[in-house]
């Protein structure tokens, strides 16, 4: 009887933390299938990166240090992700330097790897041979009525041509949002995917009509042969970026994915981020559908106010400026509704020392606390003074407001900025009359609660007052105000213009009559560009200081932070200092550093590695 080849198999572990390891087989998987392998005391999923023959392998089997162990033909399972699909995961892993399964794991669901025979099945494709060129990402930059126009003519189209298409937003509201938009006539073929709806996942796999998958990044890697088409919506989004490790941006993702497998990507927004804008505009051919962009947003007219010097009698900053006053009046007389948009959630975003300077922090992760009034669902620790609290927005941890400075032992500490809870309650000592309520987080801490804000205040009007959150409850505002953005400002960060620009496009946006911005920052060209909706100008200003300073997208920064000498590890590539961190700028043609990529894998667990992240605070 003739003896069974073997072969060496490499996998990644679909785990966090986890490292190329192989075994042996005496059945020579293909890259991308799906494999269960025992590690450590129990047994994990892994991707099956190379097979090779275990008789041209002798030495390197030899020489481990341990004894191989064996995938048994139980172990195999009846799943592939495809060569095409590992080839994007190995390109995002080398990209965010990060381990493989490590990428995966965020990437894919944790129900669908438990039930990966049914909801991933053996669909990988084969390479088209030759050379292929890259297809650019067509760019839709206009207001939300034209750009869904947009995307439905598209969806008739890919059916058309018996093709599927995925649906790509940021978040689960938005998802709701762009069901609503575009299932109508097609709701048999539409599936929404989220948390709470993880029966579309396999609904969605079953279905021979070419269908519409509406998903968050969650659902990205749908397995479905005949995806022609990936939409990613509100593409200058920040949610697109994961929260922990390994800090990947799914926008690269996709458009790594759709490279490797051949799809259209469609990327769309009131206002594109200057790096897609960027990229379309140094782009010298195109295949398929063209670009649309409008340089000019016409949504609700904006009114700057110069809030600089609206001080009272005993000399303090006004928060509401006469003007701001007047607004909100005139809106309620003409019965209309009125938001008020703060920057940040409580009383004061931040608490500093009025001798020393340092900013009052967390004891438990060390993140700046912000000072709240006392809240009814708020447990109230033993010893804590009643009335306010400070509140760690990071890990929700509360810190007794009868404290001192962590660095002199000064009583004087100062609270900064201007919170949602302090806006609601100077309303309501202006407008006691008036129903004032806060859309925020706290306020607002379920979906139900915040659906019932934003549906008595569409009803009744009123006053709320609210952060970034309450633009996804609130479709349309009469009048809205932005009562302080200066916060913005003081961020040393080569990103906060587009922020702020973004920022007040969406809400003009969202405004239907008037939009009041008051400001101690109103000299700033960017306000004026941005209460005009003028893309161009802004774009054509903040790209060109973005060259010359190489700031993204002319470079890629990555940042590492830990305890441990970094500077001397990474002094090669001529690291800045910030605080507990360093800063590496790669120029962004030379990026990913084969070098820098294995010096950054070989850091521990207790560093935190970002690669081109959004801020560099």
């Given at each position: 009887?003739p003896?069974?080849?073997?072969?060496?198999?490499?996998v990644?572990?679909?785990?966090?933390?986890?490292?190329?390891?192989s075994?042996?087989?005496?059945v020579?998987?293909?890259?991308?299938?799906?494999?269960?392998?025992?590690?450590?005391?129990?047994?994990?999923i892994?991707?099956?990166?190379?097979?090779?023959s275990?008789?041209?392998?002798?030495?390197?089997?030899?020489?481990?240090?341990?004894?191989?162990?064996?995938?048994?033909?139980?172990?195999?399972?009846?799943?592939?992700?495809g060569?095409?699909?590992?080839t994007?995961?190995?390109?995002?892993a080398?990209?965010?330097?990060?381990?493989?399964?490590?990428?995966?794991?965020t990437?894919?669901?944790?129900?669908?790897?438990?039930?990966?025979?049914?909801?991933?099945?053996?669909?990988?494709?084969?390479?088209?041979?030759?050379?292929?060129?890259?297809?650019?990402?067509?760019?839709?930059?206009?207001?939300?009525?034209?750009?869904?126009?947009?995307?439905?003519?598209?969806?008739?189209?890919?059916?058309?041509?018996n093709?599927?298409?995925?649906?790509?937003?940021?978040?689960?509201?938005?998802?709701?949002?762009?069901?609503?938009?575009?299932?109508?006539?097609?709701?048999e073929?539409?599936?929404?995917?989220?948390?709470?709806?993880?029966?579309s996942?396999?609904?969605?796999?079953?279905?021979?009509?070419p269908?519409?998958?509406?998903?968050?990044p969650?659902?990205?890697?749908?397995?479905?042969?005949?995806?022609?088409?990936?939409?990613?919506?509100?593409?200058?989004?920040?949610?697109?970026?994961?929260?922990?490790?390994?800090?990947?941006?799914?926008?690269?993702?996709?458009?790594?994915?759709?490279?490797?497998?051949?799809?259209?990507?469609?990327?769309?927004?009131?206002?594109?981020?200057?790096?897609?804008?960027?990229?379309?505009?140094?782009?010298?051919?195109?295949?398929?559908?063209?670009?649309?962009?409008?340089?000019?947003?016409?949504?609700?007219p904006?009114?700057?106010?110069?809030?600089?010097?609206?001080?009272?009698?005993?000399?303090?900053?006004?928060?509401?400026?006469?003007?701001?006053?007047?607004?909100i009046?005139?809106?309620?007389?003409?019965?209309?509704?009125?938001?008020?948009f703060?920057?940040?959630?409580g009383?004061?975003?931040?608490?500093?020392?009025?001798?020393?300077?340092?900013?009052?922090?967390?004891?438990?992760?060390?993140?700046?606390?912000v000072?709240?009034?006392?809240?009814?669902?708020?447990?109230?620790?033993?010893?804590?003074?009643?009335?306010?609290i400070?509140?760690?927005?990071?890990?929700?941890?509360?810190?007794?407001?009868?404290?001192?400075?962590?660095?002199?032992?000064?009583?004087?500490?100062?609270?900064?900025?201007?919170?949602?809870?302090?806006?609601?309650?100077l309303?309501?000592t202006?407008?006691?009359?008036?129903?004032?309520?806060?859309?925020?987080?706290?306020?607002?801490s379920?979906?139900?609660?915040?659906?019932?804000i934003?549906?008595?205040?569409n009803?009744?009007g009123?006053?709320?007052?609210?952060?970034?959150?309450?633009?996804?409850?609130?479709?349309?505002?009469?009048?809205s105000?932005?009562?302080?953005?200066?916060?913005?400002?003081?961020?040393?960060d080569?990103?906060?213009?587009?922020r702020?620009?973004?920022?007040?496009?969406?809400?003009?946006?969202?405004?239907?009559?008037?939009?009041?911005i008051?400001?101690?920052?109103?000299?700033?060209?960017?306000?004026?560009w941005?209460?005009?909706?003028?893309?161009?100008?802004?774009?054509?200003?903040?790209?060109?200081?973005?060259?010359?300073?190489?700031y993204?997208?002319?470079?890629?920064?990555?940042?590492?932070?830990?305890?441990?000498?970094?500077?001397?590890?990474?002094?090669?590539?001529?690291?800045?200092?910030?605080?507990?961190?360093?800063?590496?700028?790669?120029?962004?043609?030379?990026?990913?550093?084969?070098?820098?990529?294995?010096?950054?894998?070989?850091?521990?667990?207790?560093?935190?590695?970002?690669?081109?992240?959004?801020?560099?605070?």
């Amino acid at each position: 009887m003739p003896v069974p080849k073997t072969y060496l198999i490499e996998v990644a572990p679909i785990a966090k933390n986890s490292s190329v390891l192989s075994y042996f087989s005496t059945v020579k998987l293909k890259s991308g299938s799906l494999v269960k392998i025992p590690l450590r005391k129990g047994a994990t999923i892994a991707i099956v990166l190379s097979a090779k023959s275990a008789q041209t392998e002798k030495t390197e089997i030899r020489q481990a240090r341990f004894t191989l162990k064996k995938i048994r033909q139980s172990d195999i399972l009846d799943a592939e992700l495809g060569e095409d699909t590992l080839t994007a995961i190995e390109r995002t892993a080398r990209f965010y330097a990060s381990p493989i399964g490590a990428i995966l794991k965020t990437l894919l669901p944790k129900f669908v790897l438990e039930d990966a025979q049914t909801l991933i099945d053996k669909n990988s494709r084969k390479r088209k041979l030759g050379i292929k060129s890259p297809r650019e990402p067509v760019m839709l930059q206009m207001e939300s009525a034209e750009r869904f126009g947009q995307y439905r003519l598209l969806l008739r189209q890919t059916f058309a041509k018996n093709g599927s298409v995925i649906f790509l937003v940021p978040t689960e509201r938005d998802a709701l949002k762009a069901y609503a938009e575009l299932s109508r006539g097609i709701t048999e073929y539409t599936y929404r995917f989220d948390h709470r709806n993880k029966n579309s996942w396999g609904e969605a796999l079953k279905k021979k009509h070419p269908i519409l998958f509406i998903t968050t990044p969650a659902g990205l890697m749908l397995p479905r042969r005949d995806i022609k088409m990936i939409i990613m919506d509100r593409e200058n989004s920040r949610a697109y970026r994961s929260l922990g490790k390994p800090y990947l941006n799914y926008k690269k993702f996709a458009e790594l994915l759709c490279r490797e497998k051949d799809i259209e990507l469609v990327m769309g927004d009131a206002v594109l981020s200057i790096e897609a804008l960027h990229n379309e505009r140094r782009s010298m051919h195109r295949d398929g559908e063209s670009s649309l962009i409008r340089w000019r947003l016409s949504a609700a007219p904006a009114r700057l106010v110069d809030s600089s010097t609206k001080q009272n009698e005993d000399g303090r900053f006004e928060i509401f400026s006469k003007e701001l006053i007047e607004f909100i009046r005139k809106a309620l007389e003409k019965r209309r509704g009125v938001f008020l948009f703060g920057l940040r959630k409580g009383l004061s975003p931040s608490t500093v020392c009025g001798d020393c300077g340092f900013v009052l922090p967390c004891k438990n992760c060390g993140a700046p606390v912000v000072l709240h009034g006392q809240r009814q669902d708020l447990k109230n620790p033993r010893g804590l003074a009643s009335g306010r609290i400070y509140v760690c927005h990071a890990c929700s941890a509360v810190r007794d407001p009868k404290t001192v400075c962590d660095k002199c032992g000064s009583w004087k500490l100062v609270p900064l900025g201007i919170g949602t809870q302090e806006i609601a309650r100077l309303a309501k000592t202006l407008f006691p009359n008036e129903r004032v309520e806060i859309l925020d987080k706290d306020n607002a801490s379920t979906e139900i609660k915040a659906k019932n804000i934003a549906k008595k205040f569409n009803e009744e009007g009123g006053i709320v007052v609210g952060t970034e959150l309450a633009f996804f409850y609130l479709d349309s505002v009469a009048y809205s105000a932005i009562v302080s953005l200066d916060a913005l400002f003081s961020m040393p960060d080569f990103s906060i213009n587009e922020r702020v620009f973004y920022l007040i496009s969406h809400l003009r946006e969202l405004t239907e009559t008037e939009l009041l911005i008051q400001s101690r920052n109103i000299g700033k060209q960017i306000l004026t560009w941005a209460a005009s909706g003028n893309i161009i100008d802004f774009y054509q200003d903040e790209i060109q200081a973005r060259q010359e300073f190489l700031y993204p997208p002319f470079s890629i920064f990555i940042k590492i932070t830990g305890q441990g000498d970094l500077k001397t590890t990474f002094k090669k590539w001529q690291p800045d200092i910030l605080k507990d961190s360093i800063i590496i700028r790669s120029p962004r043609e030379d990026w990913p550093d084969a070098e820098l990529v294995e010096k950054l894998a070989l850091l521990g667990p207790q560093f935190m590695v970002k690669v081109d992240p959004e801020t560099i605070l």
